[in-house]
């Protein structure tokens, strides 16, 4: 895979996501490899929808997972350290990674940003690590932490007021996993269901008039169950501008 020697702008970055111990689970072994990027950052486009927020989040400390942790969608969000086996190369720590695509190749769980891939290296290591291409890794799920931030909720910017809302939920914190998404109907006083329509994006058509109250269904270590955000979005609410909430996942 191409990619332009930029080893300067790859090597710092500030670690956002802390694994903690009563989560400890045994790692899994693997391979993984990098995309192309010309600031070393994530992509814009990835299959989760994320738009800018997956090209920056975590320092840029990013990847596309294959289709077994993207999970048609389910994945998306979710937290990784990985780390190389080499010890030649690799330090013991890895990087910590936020899934924001799908990606695979050559048996690979992991296609991480430049800066994630040279994360992994020793400091003085990062250019004979890209020269491998593709290396063997071990990793396992850890939960995400972002320090002053709250849990967002995008309109994306596919939306069209006020006949369809499409939504993506951003600083999803914990080791957590969105499976649904509800919107409430007041006029009729139940939940309607959104679609998933593609990675971590839900949508629907003709929502409420009003301020929108959602609701989404969290898999976390407390089990299943349902998080309400109630007037989350404002009545005239604006594709592209993302909404901040009150809500904190643990």
């Given amino acids: 895979m191409g990619f332009s020697l930029k080893f300067h702008c790859c090597l710092m970055s500030v670690m956002v996501l802390l694994p903690t111990l009563c989560y400890a689970q045994d790692y899994v072994k693997s391979r993984a490899t990098y995309y192309g990027s010309p600031d070393c950052l994530g992509t814009p486009r990835g299959a989760c929808g994320y738009g800018?927020?997956?090209?920056?989040?975590n320092d840029a400390n990013v990847a596309g997972a294959s289709y077994r942790?993207?999970?048609?969608?389910?994945?998306?969000g979710t937290c990784y350290q990985v780390r190389c086996t080499n010890p030649q190369l690799c330090t013991d720590n890895g990087v910590n990674i936020v899934v924001t695509d799908y990606g695979e190749g050559d048996n690979t769980d992991f296609i991480l940003s430049p800066r994630a891939y040279s994360r992994m290296a020793q400091s003085d290591k990062a250019a004979e690590l890209f020269a491998y291409g593709v290396v063997e890794v071990e990793h396992k799920?850890?939960?995400?932490?972002?320090?002053?931030?709250?849990?967002?909720?995008?309109?994306?910017?596919?939306?069209?007021?006020?006949?369809?809302?499409?939504?993506?939920?951003?600083?999803?914190?914990?080791?957590?996993?969105i499976l649904a998404a509800d919107i409430w109907q007041a006029d009729c006083k139940e939940w309607i269901g959104m679609r998933r329509a593609y990675g971590a994006v839900f949508d629907t058509t003709y929502p409420p008039s009003g301020a929108v109250t959602l609701r989404f269904q969290v898999q976390g270590s407390?089990?299943?169950?349902?998080?309400?955000?109630?007037?989350?979005?404002?009545?005239?609410?604006?594709?592209?501008?993302?909404y901040e909430s009150d809500i904190e996942l643990e």
């Fill in 52 to 57: 800018e927020f997956g090209r920056t989040v």
């Fill in 69 to 76: 942790l993207y999970k048609n969608g389910t994945g998306c």
């Fill in 141 to 177: 799920r850890i939960p995400c932490r972002y320090s002053g931030y709250k849990m967002q909720f995008k309109v994306h910017e596919h939306s069209k007021y006020p006949n369809y809302l499409a939504i993506v939920i951003l600083y999803q914190a914990g080791q957590t996993e």
């Fill in 222 to 242: 407390a089990g299943v169950y349902w998080v309400q955000a109630s007037n989350v979005i404002p009545s005239d609410w604006k594709a592209g501008v993302a």
